[in-house]
């Protein structure tokens, strides 16, 4: 295991030593050093940002190509490309409202498709629609607010998406409804006689939607894909959404599931719910449940197990209750005690949705290993002109850094990863020596960071030119490298780790 000393007072003077000669020779750039850092200028830290970084920017986890209803599977006459075909069908549905609702037709081709369930998931994971994985095609439509499941959208939609599966030879099955009487449009697999049902769930896009639940109010998640790809950036700008307020959202929403998770488990087929859920149905949703939950924990093995489970369980209805109740439930409940696990694990689940995101041909992101007897997630390297730049400054000041990271291969030995308190050298395989930066500081080194605080240090009456603000990031990023291997050198010489990531 990989051991650290405390970063104490003996490791401040770095800045102090080192850099305030080079800072005084540069005035503009000490005062964008103290713009970034008005509190802490010898011990830079996250939390101590003047400006803090937003996260309120929308990046499509998936492309749209891999969603196909394959005429291998559901007949027809030739595969369709899903979420143009349900594009044409909300874009044709909005026409067909704007008879008497003109000003609608502004919104044609412009509300957002968003793909969930274990459809999303089965893409998100694998890269492709999974058919003996997937049980309904749930689909979210952003729509502007004064249409709603009142309004007859809903009706329109399917009766519209029906018409436009005949022009492909592929026909409803149950004649709109499904086994309960319910409306909806169904489509038969040939393979397995399994029915796939489209599920559309309608959320008004109101200002400030991206706060709040996503079920009520329509809230942003970063797990989800949205498509036009650009079409939640006015609303993305407008909520300014901070790291710490998306995890302190993330967890309310976390506890409110869990409020509706007891329910499903504990509660009782009655009333007029009896007319619409069959026998077991409370037990089986929660795994559904539970498996939302994992994934908002970052806890992908256990995610797929629960969805497995809710696609695919065959016991007997005590074994499904075990299961729910002894299994995951005991293990997962947000008891006060455990808050903090519970924020911990939100925020790793968030930064492995953004690395992706931002990064999706890097396979390395997400492996897990350990340091120190703590459990982390590797993510994205530090983009290139920054770890370029901190490389120039290390070697200008003959830092003791390994050699390895005072030339151009620097970019890719400088990464970013979750549940980590401070910045660590360790060495890996595959990648030899690497730095490992906590997390938080991926929403520092990029360019919308530098965009944001440019902006912000104008709107103070204090303007700071752009190479400042790099160059004062650069320095504080080669602290961050020099601070990763001060402690590693106090500790000797570092282990290869266990990637813990592999799937058996």
């Not at 003077?13 to 005084?24: A, D, F, N, Q, V």
């Not at 703590?374 to 070697?395: G, H, Q, S, Y």
Request: charge should be neutral; glycine fraction near 6%.
């Amino acid at each position: 295991m990989v051991k650290h000393q405390p970063f104490g007072k003996s490791n401040k003077s770095i800045l102090k030593e080192t850099l305030r000669p080079i800072l005084t020779k540069n005035s503009s750039l000490l005062h964008a050093l103290e713009f970034l850092f008005p509190n802490a200028a010898d011990n830079p830290s996250f939390q101590n940002l003047r400006i803090q970084p937003l996260v309120a920017e929308h990046r499509n986890l998936v492309s749209a190509e891999p969603f196909l209803l394959p005429k291998a599977r559901l007949g027809g006459s030739q595969d369709i490309a899903l979420l143009p075909f349900i594009r044409n069908v909300v874009d044709e549905t909005m026409r067909a409202f704007a008879t008497t609702s003109p000003h609608l037709l502004e919104y044609v081709g412009k509300t957002p498709i968003s793909p969930y369930g274990s459809l999303g998931l089965s893409v998100s994971r694998w890269g492709y629609v999974d058919w003996d994985y997937i049980r309904d095609l749930d689909l979210r439509i952003f729509l502007p607010p004064e249409i709603g499941h009142v309004s007859g959208f809903k009706s329109e939609l399917e009766r519209i998406l029906t018409q436009e599966l005949h022009k492909y030879e592929l026909y409803p099955v149950l004649f709109g409804k499904d086994a309960e009487g319910m409306p909806q449009v169904q489509l038969r697999d040939k393979r397995t006689e399994e029915v796939h049902g489209f599920h559309f769930f309608l959320i008004a896009m109101k200002p400030g939607f991206v706060r709040g639940n996503i079920h009520l109010d329509g809230g942003y998640s970063p797990h989800f894909a949205f498509f036009p790809e650009d079409s939640l950036d006015e609303y993305m700008e407008s909520a300014k959404l901070l790291w710490s307020d998306l995890i302190t959202q993330q967890r309310e929403d976390y506890i409110a599931m869990f409020n509706q998770l007891s329910f499903n488990i504990f509660g009782e087929n009655s009333g007029k719910d009896r007319l619409y859920k069959t026998h077991g149905w409370y037990l089986h949703k929660a795994f559904k449940w539970y498996a939302t939950l994992a994934r908002a924990r970052g806890l992908s093995s256990l995610e797929e197990d629960l969805m497995y489970q809710y696609e695919h369980f065959q016991g007997t209805e005590a074994e499904l209750s075990y299961l729910a109740r002894y299994r995951y439930y005991a293990r997962m409940t947000p008891s006060l005690p455990r808050l903090d696990d519970v924020d911990r694990d939100l925020a790793r689940a968030l930064s492995i949705a953004y690395a992706r995101a931002r990064n999706s041909q890097d396979t390395s992101i997400g492996q897990q290993f350990s340091i120190d007897s703590t459990d982390v997630i590797l993510l994205e390297a530090v983009p290139e002109r920054f770890a370029l730049a901190a490389a120039k400054l290390l070697k200008q000041l003959k830092s003791p850094v390994p050699d390895q990271f005072a030339f151009s291969q620097i970019a890719r030995r400088i990464r970013f990863a979750d549940n980590l308190p401070a910045s660590s050298l360790v060495h890996l395989d595959g990648l030899g020596q690497v730095v490992l930066l906590p997390a938080e500081w991926s929403m520092v080194f990029c360019d919308s960071y530098v965009n944001r605080v440019v902006k912000a240090a104008a709107k103070q009456k204090r303007p700071t030119p752009e190479k400042d603000i790099r160059r004062a990031l650069a320095i504080v990023l080669a602290f961050l490298i020099w601070q990763a291997s001060k402690v590693s050198g106090d500790s000797g010489r570092l282990n290869a780790v266990e990637d813990l990531s592999r799937r058996h």
